[in-house]
Structure formats: structure tokens, C-alpha cells
């Protein structure tokens, strides 16, 4: 098994430009999730999916927008990149049980926007 | 709002003792808490999860506590090693949150031989 792979790894953009972070799991995990990850602080959950074809706002949605429409997959867009939103992005999922259960990571994605 | 506060500063720990990590949250009252350990350029990797009527939790040198009453985790790592080195994460979360977690934003650990 992969895990949770991330495409690309690295991104540079310019401002205004927009992009798709891919993120695919082969655990048959129910949720997903994107986090992005700043220097001194905690993880932020920008959105997140309880299954196929669901998405919801998390902490940050600002800028973002995702998409679930196969199980194995969550998309991050970025429409029109800003230099606020450079970070390492993060993405994870778990397993539906019934009670809490951990998150297995991707290896993330460092965006820098110009 | 919620927060969740852990030692900014890095922890240096000589090889052999055993390092405490702290994590302490406010406004806010988690079922359970989570550990995770990321290491530079990776995501993080999960450790150990303790419920709300858990004091004490184990995984082989790894001991995790949660006192709901001074609103405080502590992560224990026994007889360390320098590849424990690495930036540990506490995420508490709630059961009526499709088990969402806050994130703490780590305490690098710095295991010295």
C-alpha cells in the first residue's frame, strides 16, 4: 500500500495564478482532509470530506476549494493565488469507526506564491 | 476561542532520560487527545490516542497522561534515543466534531548522545 500520496510536491506560483493539489489514498478511507502548515503554528483545517462526493468548510476555507468525486481522491484548488496562502499543505485521512481514530499524512506539498 | 499550547522552545534531552513533553489547552473540553510525531519534510505520523476517562496510556518506551482537570497532556519518552529526535504534535478533539482534531504547533525534541 502507498498510503497518502500528494502531487506535486513542489509548487511556485505567481500571485493570481491557480492550481490543483492532488491527494489519493488507497486505504479505502471514508474521510479526507487538507491542513495547511505555517512555521510556529498548528496545524489548520482548510477542508475536509466525510465521503465520496462530500465536502465541508474547515478553520480556513478562504481561497480554497475542494472536490471529492472518487473516494481514493480529494482535490485542492487554489483559484487565484495569494502570497498569504503559501505554505506546506497537508493532506490525511481515516477511517470511519464509529470513535476517534488516527490520521495517516501525506508527505505535503511546499506552495510558495510570489 | 480554543487553544492548545505546547513548549515553543525546543527540548534538549540527553540519550537515556526520559524527555516530558507538555501540552495544555483552554476553552475547551476534548473526549480525547491524540500525539503525533513529524519528522522535517514529512507529514506527521500518529502515536498514541488517550480518551477523557484515561489517565495513563502506554505503547513501549512511549507514555502519555491526560488530567481533564488541569486541562493538560503530558508525553513521556523513556530511556531516549537521538532517533527520537524529532517535533511532537498533541491534537485533542471532540466526538461531536466528525472527529476533528485543533492542533498544538509542536515541541521539537533533541536527543543528544
Known amino acids: 500500500n502507498a498510503g497518502v500520496t500528494q502531487t506535486p510536491k513542489f509548487r511556485v506560483l505567481k500571485t493570481g495564478q491557480s492550481m490543483t493539489l492532488l491527494c489519493a489514498q488507497d486505504?479505502?478511507?471514508?474521510?479526507m482532509y487538507w491542513y495547511r502548515q505555517d512555521p510556529g503554528m498548528g496545524l489548520r483545517l482548510i477542508h475536509y470530506?466525510?465521503?465520496?462526493?462530500?465536502?465541508a468548510k474547515g478553520e480556513v476555507p478562504d481561497g480554497y476549494n475542494v472536490s471529492r468525486l472518487k473516494k481514493q481522491n480529494f482535490l485542492l484548488g487554489l483559484e487565484s493565488a495569494a502570497p498569504s496562502q503559501t505554505s506546506v499543505y497537508f493532506c490525511?485521512?481515516?477511517?470511519?469507526?464509529?470513535?476517534?481514530?488516527?490520521?495517516?499524512f501525506g508527505p505535503g506539498t511546499r506552495l510558495t506564491v510570489l | 476561542s480554543q487553544k492548545i499550547e505546547q513548549n515553543s522552545e525546543a527540548l534538549n534531552i540527553q540519550e537515556g532520560k526520559t524527555a516530558t513533553l507538555t501540552c495544555n489547552y483552554t476553552?475547551?473540553?476534548?473526549?480525547?487527545l491524540q500525539w503525533y510525531r513529524q519528522d522535517p519534510g514529512r507529514g506527521p505520523v500518529f502515536l498514541l490516542l488517550?480518551?477523557?476517562n484515561e489517565k495513563e496510556k502506554r505503547k513501549e518506551r512511549l507514555k502519555v497522561t491526560f488530567d481533564t482537570t488541569l486541562k493538560q497532556s503530558l508525553f513521556h519518552i523513556t530511556a531516549s534515543q537521538p532517533a527520537d529526535s524529532a517535533t511532537y504534535l498533541c491534537?485533542?478533539?471532540?466526538?461531536?466534531?466528525?472527529?476533528?482534531?485543533?492542533w498544538g504547533a509542536g515541541t521539537k525534541l533533541i536527543i543528544k548522545p
Open positions: 490525511a485521512s481515516s477511517l470511519v469507526s464509529g470513535r476517534p481514530i488516527e490520521q495517516f
Open positions: 486505504m479505502n478511507h471514508e474521510y
Open positions: 491534537a485533542p478533539g471532540c466526538l461531536d466534531s466528525n472527529y476533528q482534531l485543533i
Open positions: 476553552n475547551y473540553s476534548p473526549a480525547y
Open positions: 470530506s466525510v465521503g465520496e462526493g462530500t465536502t
Open positions: 488517550i480518551r477523557e
